[in-house]
């Protein structure tokens, strides 16, 4: 019985510590800077664990995605644009970077309690003369599965977009 009460309190210390470090600077001390560097299309690789998620179209990437983005009926630009406006409106991200030209971002988002980071890859395709489409790349910095958590953002930032018209 005596064991156990050391075993609570030194686990009760190491939460409390934990929450008062703040998990966000413990995470960077222990598994380094939480954005995992930018990536394209051409030379993407994926984690190979199940705790990434890839929407793009079948012709963009030689990896397979589980899903594909709709084209919409509107020009790149806007589309970036509207997609990181809306994305920033809904929730915390730390973008890393911001290229409107090559219609590429990447940020840093974190899950609300433990502050686990991902990094997050848009990429904003043009399709014809001014429709455009998505290739989305999310991946966890730490631990082997994300419960689905990073294809749900995925999906979540698709639908940030169903007001717009589609070309399809």
Do not use: C
Not at 23 to 33: F, N, Q
Not at 93 to 101: C, K, L, P, Q, S
């Amino acid at each position: 019985m005596r064991l156990m009460m050391w075993v609570l309190a030194i686990l009760a210390v190491g939460v409390i510590g934990f929450f008062t470090v703040g998990p966000d600077r413990v995470w960077r001390l222990t598994a380094g800077d939480p954005d995992m560097g930018r990536q394209t299309l051409e030379t993407l690789t994926r984690t190979g664990k199940p705790n990434d998620a890839l929407i793009a179209p079948d012709n963009a990437v030689a990896l397979t995605p589980e899903a594909q983005a709709p084209v919409y009926a509107i020009a790149p630009g806007e589309l970036f644009e509207t997609l990181l406006t809306r994305i920033g409106n809904t929730e915390t991200i730390e973008w890393v970077e911001r290229d409107a030209e090559a219609f590429y971002a990447r940020g840093v988002t974190a899950s609300p309690l433990m502050r686990f980071p991902d990094t997050n890859h848009i990429w904003v395709l043009p399709v014809g003369d001014n429709n455009a489409t998505l290739a989305l790349y999310t991946a966890a910095k730490l631990g082997h599965s994300d419960m689905g958590k990073n294809r749900e953002r995925l999906d979540a930032w698709i639908e940030l977009l169903n007001d717009l018209p589609t070309a399809e």
